[in-house]
DNA sequence: CGTGTGATTGTTAGC
DNA sequence: GCTAACAATCACACG
């Protein structure tokens, strides 16, 4: 632990018990992992692939940039991002499939961007040996040749009014 | 100066 | 099929 200021108070699940037992969460058909990790706790130092296409922002990732903006702007002094994260998460949960629809849709979009960044790094793995790929110095230099930003989005709404509830 | 950490959920790749 | 790990964010503390 080297950051975590002295308050750092992680009130979160010790307390509050999440009862949400239902059927949501994972960890219902299988018994969640328990010890071990669950969720993550921030990479260490791989730094390992030149150019690993990271992981596109997912749906409630999408929501929650812009939600971020908003609970800022109501909470100019939280500096907590614990805070957004928690009230993110209520919040998006709170949203209908409808509302979470539109970052839904780029989190779509997001998966077409991906997938083809990963078979290009697929393609870079395996040509690594091969021939010094790293492009050391050279090129980099016009990179943008984009005259149409290819935005693509919002095409077809499927109206699909999925308001279950 | 750099990086790890804290919290959220979703998504994807690996076994 | 399931699990683990990683995706952004912000401010701070430690080496």
Do not use: C
């Not at 994972?26 to 669950?38: G, L, Y």
């Not at 390992?48 to 100019?76: G, I, T």
């Not at 984009?146 to 109206?159: K, P």
């Amino acid at each position: 632990m080297k950051g975590s200021k002295g308050k750092g108070k992680k009130d979160t699940k010790e307390a509050l018990k999440p009862v949400e037992d239902k059927v949501g969460k994972r960890k219902a058909a299988t018994q969640v992992v328990k010890s071990s990790k669950t969720q993550s706790k921030k990479k260490k130092a791989p730094m390992k692939d030149p150019n690993k296409p990271k992981r596109p922002p997912s749906a409630f990732f999408v929501f929650l940039e812009e939600f971020r903006e908003s609970y800022k702007k109501e909470h100019p002094n939280v500096k907590a991002v614990s805070a957004v994260g928690k009230a993110g998460g209520e919040k998006w949960k709170s949203l209908s499939s409808a509302e979470k629809a539109p970052y839904e849709a780029k989190a779509a979009k997001r998966k077409s961007d991906y997938e083809k960044l990963m078979t290009a790094y697929n393609q870079k793995q395996e040509s690594v040996d091969e021939d010094g790929e790293e492009e050391s110095d050279k090129s980099k230099s016009e990179i943008n040749d984009r005259d149409d930003e290819e935005s693509g989005e919002e095409d077809d709404e499927d109206e699909d009014d999925d308001d279950d509830d």
